[in-house]
């Protein structure tokens, strides 16, 4: 396993982040703790929840699942850096959901609970709140670590100028801020290359891209269709039409490496600038053991170049968009 710092901290987490959302939904425990002991066997260290997965009346049931396996001890608190997330409603009442002081406070109480731990490792704001001031979230994330149910700040799906108002905001109270932003980000969607990497780079911040297989399109979908294992359903359809073109001269171009396509958008992932780890989400062994290939793939410049000219990136902007 090859590890890195999250971001300008001196936090060491391995390149392949270990999602967990399907946990619950499509994964029973005793499997979703045979995948996490893999994990560990391959020497991923890093691993990503949130209290809403399990969803609907089942939220929180995958922080639980992982607190069970916790609860087994070996060792697995200790090796493991727990990712967990805030802002989705837990609730129907006020105050249940969001970015507010008093969400914040009630919601890292119960992920501890969940999770059957006393800190959490990175604690990342799933969407941004537009309706809570940067003061109020940074003086609730302020006590969490001087408490010590928290070490590290994250952010997710937020846009480059979130970015910066949040960490000028921090900044200014003398206060670490974000260490890391977890993004909609691979080879069919690059929108965040425009100005969520930059910032991101400015800032020091470790990017944790998330559905770095685009929903599966990245994984062989052409060929598996014409193989007839796997159909397409669903909103999937059409996006898998509008880009059959450029998936299958994706596809030839990994043939052509003697990779599984799954592997090489994992591997680009990986060459990306401020990319820390993409996160992979399993949902059995074997598609665990497939992500963990992706680090022996390597891509040289003129295949780097040959990716660019079927999926083009952004510019950095607004050099994307103006001169």
């Not at 998330?210 to 598996?224: E, I």
């Not at 898998?240 to 799954?262: N, V």
Request: hydrophobic share 40%; net charge negative; aromatic share 8%.
């Amino acid at each position: 396993m090859e590890y890195t710092h999250l971001g300008r901290t001196g936090l060491t987490v391995s390149r392949l982040c270990l999602g967990t959302m399907n946990f619950g939904p499509h994964t029973e425990p005793h499997d979703a703790h045979r995948i996490m002991d893999a994990a560990l066997d391959h020497g991923i260290n890093f691993f990503d929840t949130a209290n809403v997965y399990g969803w609907g009346e089942n939220k929180g049931l995958t922080e639980t699942i992982i607190g069970d396996w916790f609860n087994r001890g070996g060792g697995r608190r200790e090796k493991t850096v727990i990712a967990t997330k805030v802002y989705g409603e837990m609730g129907e009442w006020p105050n249940e959901g969001k970015l507010s002081a008093l969400h914040i406070r009630r919601a890292v109480d119960a992920s501890l609970r969940r999770l059957q731990t006393d800190h959490i490792d990175l604690y990342q704001m799933h969407h941004v709140d537009r309706d809570t001031p940067w003061d109020e979230i940074w003086q609730a994330m302020e006590v969490l670590v001087a408490q010590g149910k928290i070490l590290y700040v994250g952010s997710s799906n937020f846009a480059g100028w979130h970015l910066a108002q949040a960490q000028e905001t921090a900044r200014a109270r003398n206060f670490l801020g974000l260490t890391s932003e977890q993004s909609f980000y691979n080879l069919l969607v690059r929108d965040i290359e425009a100005e969520v990497v930059p910032a991101a780079q400015h800032y020091g911040l470790g990017l944790i891209p998330w559905s770095p297989l685009a929903g599966g399109l990245l994984g062989g979908v052409v060929r598996k269709e014409r193989e007839g294992v796997r159909r397409v359903n669903g909103y999937a359809v059409d996006r898998l039409e509008k880009h059959r073109d450029q998936l299958a001269a994706y596809e030839d171009l990994a043939s052509e490496l003697g990779h599984e396509p799954g592997d090489v958008a994992l591997a680009w992932l990986l060459t990306r600038p401020a990319v820390t780890a993409p996160i992979v989400g399993p949902r059995t062994m074997d598609q665990l053991d497939a992500a963990v290939r992706a680090l022996d793939v390597e891509l040289d410049a003129k295949t780097l170049e040959r990716l660019d000219e079927i999926f083009p990136g952004r510019k950095t902007a607004p050099e994307d968009y103006a001169w």
